[in-house]
């Protein structure tokens, strides 16, 4: 699936070109600013080693609503 979103600056080059489940299914160190250490990181705490389990993992979500949640209640 084609996605209309530019992604330059979010992810490597290497998959900057890539269809949106490709880019889901890629390593974490494919986002921009992410290193193989910390891929190596994250896969060690949390079993995380791609961008779509680091999307859903709960304790990231968590960390993302409770976010949302201070920003809702001004």
């Known amino acids: 699936m084609a996605v209309p979103a530019n992604l330059d600056k979010q992810l490597d080059k290497a998959y900057e070109n890539l269809d ?3 880019i889901l299914d890629a390593p974490v160190d494919a986002l921009a600013g992410v290193s193989a250490g910390d891929a190596e990181k994250l896969a060690a705490a949390f079993n995380i080693k791609t ?6 993992n709960k304790y990231f979500a968590l960390a993302a609503s409770l976010v949302q949640l201070e920003k809702a209640s001004g």
């Open 51 to 56: 961008i779509r389990q680091l999307g859903t």
């Open 20 to 22: 949106l489940s490709a």
